[in-house]
C-alpha cells in the first residue's frame, strides 16, 4: 500500500520561510481562504490569535505550505514553533540540480539569503551543503 506524504519544516517565521524556499525551488506557495479563516473566526471556532497578517493577506498563524508545479511531489509545510534551530537536522533536503549547474545554482541560492556551510564528495558524486534562512541544512547536488 502506498501512502501520501508531505515533508513539514519547523519554523519560527513559516511565511517567510515558505516564501525563500518557494523562489528557490521554483514552487508555490499555497493560497490560503482569507473568507473562510474570517468564518472560523467569527463562529468561534479560531480566534484572532489564531491568524496573522503576511503580505497584506489574512492567514492561519500555524503555517504556510508550498506545492511543485508537477504533480506527484510531496508538499512541503512550514510549521510555526517556538523555539530556535540549534542542533544539525536529522532529516534533510537535496535540491537535485546536477553538476553542470551546481555552481550556479549555489551562487543564486546564497545570493537568495542561504549560507554556505561546507562541501563534500563521495566517488563521482559531490555536493555542497547550504542553510536556509532560519539555519535548516540542504545540500545542492
Known sequence: MAFDFQVTID??????LADWWAEALGWQVEAQDAA???????SGAASE??????????VWRAGAALTSPD????????QHVPEPK???????????????RQEAEVAR?????????????Q???AWVTLADPEGNEFCVT
Open 11 to 16: 519554523s519560527s517565521s513559516p511565511h517567510a
Open 36 to 42: 473562510f479563516i474570517r468564518r472560523m473566526v467569527e
Open 49 to 58: 490569535a489564531d491568524t496573522t497578517e503576511h503580505r497584506g493577506a489574512l
Open 71 to 78: 504533480p506527484g511531489r510531496p508538499r512541503v509545510l512550514f
Open 86 to 100: 540549534t542542533v544539525k537536522n536529522r532529516v534533510h533536503l537535496d535540491v537535485r540540480v546536477g553538476a553542470d
Open 109 to 121: 541560492l546564497t545570493e537568495l539569503g542561504a549560507t554556505e556551510l561546507w562541501r563534500a564528495s
Open 123 to 125: 566517488g563521482p558524486y
